[in-house]
């Protein structure tokens, strides 16, 4: 069964490093989104990218968020500046529609 | 915003019980999704919903799209060990492609 794949699967950085969190959708997907999860909490919306922009983000997702589809086949998720309260799971999804998409399994960021 | 509100928190049930659980909002969804969550892993989609009324089966889960379309359940049958977990709830307004999740209901099961 087709997977979504995320890469690395737990990511530690310095507040204030810039991180990229790279991830693999699956291939006749169109629809493109990043989630997270802080620990023991709900799982929160990011962004969602379609048609190689941006089509919708949350409050969470500022001017230290940004998504990038560089080639077609990778899809990542860059923060600028980390900070503490940036530590959590952030869950890779994709879609052909905009409904019922496919989690990756996620990357554990850990900001110290 | 929009916010679903999941119950219970939390159940401790012996294998072979049915279980069930439920969302409510006081916004209308468009859709009612029902994800389960293993620990370290990501959400797996159980049951979509897509019109008021609506009541699917997957195997031994059951879901249904209330007739306000502003709350859903799920219920499982005859539990199994494999069930455990955290079950979320998650839907979708009008024009909107977010999902917006429930806090989840974190099932455990006595074997």
């Known amino acids: 069964e087709p997977e979504v794949t995320q890469t690395p699967s737990h990511q530690v950085t310095q507040m204030g490093q810039e991180v990229i969190l790279r991830c693999v959708p699956i291939?006749?997907?169109?629809?493109f989104y990043w989630y997270r999860q802080i620990l023991g909490q709900k799982v929160e919306f990011l962004v969602s990218?379609?048609?190689?922009?941006?089509?919708?983000k949350s409050e969470i997702f500022d001017d230290q968020f940004s998504v990038e589809r560089p080639d077609g086949s990778n899809f990542t998720l860059k923060i600028r500046s980390t900070k503490l309260e940036d530590s959590a799971m952030y869950f890779c999804?994709?879609?052909?529609?905009?409904?019922?998409?496919?989690f990756g399994s996620g990357t554990r960021l850990t900001v110290v | 915003g929009q916010q679903l509100n999941q119950s219970p928190q939390s159940m401790f049930i012996q294998e072979g019980e049915d279980v069930s659980m439920n969302c409510t909002s006081s916004s209308i969804f468009n859709t009612w999704l029902w994800y389960k969550q293993d620990p370290g892993e990501g959400p797996v989609l159980l049951i979509a919903?897509?019109?008021?009324?609506e009541l699917t089966s997957n195997g031994r889960l059951t879901a249904q799209f209330g007739i306000t379309r502003k709350d859903s359940f799920l219920n499982i049958s005859a539990s199994i060990p494999s069930d455990v977990g955290i079950y979320f709830c998650?839907?979708?307004?009008?024009?909107?492609?977010?999902?917006?999740f429930g806090q989840g209901t974190r099932l455990t099961i006595n074997p």
């Open positions: 919903l897509y019109k008021a009324g």
């Open positions: 291939s006749n997907h169109l629809y």
């Open positions: 998650a839907g979708t307004i009008q024009g909107a492609q977010k999902l917006v």
């Open positions: 999804a994709s879609g052909r529609t905009i409904y019922g998409y496919t």
């Open positions: 990218f379609y048609n190689n922009e941006i089509s919708e």
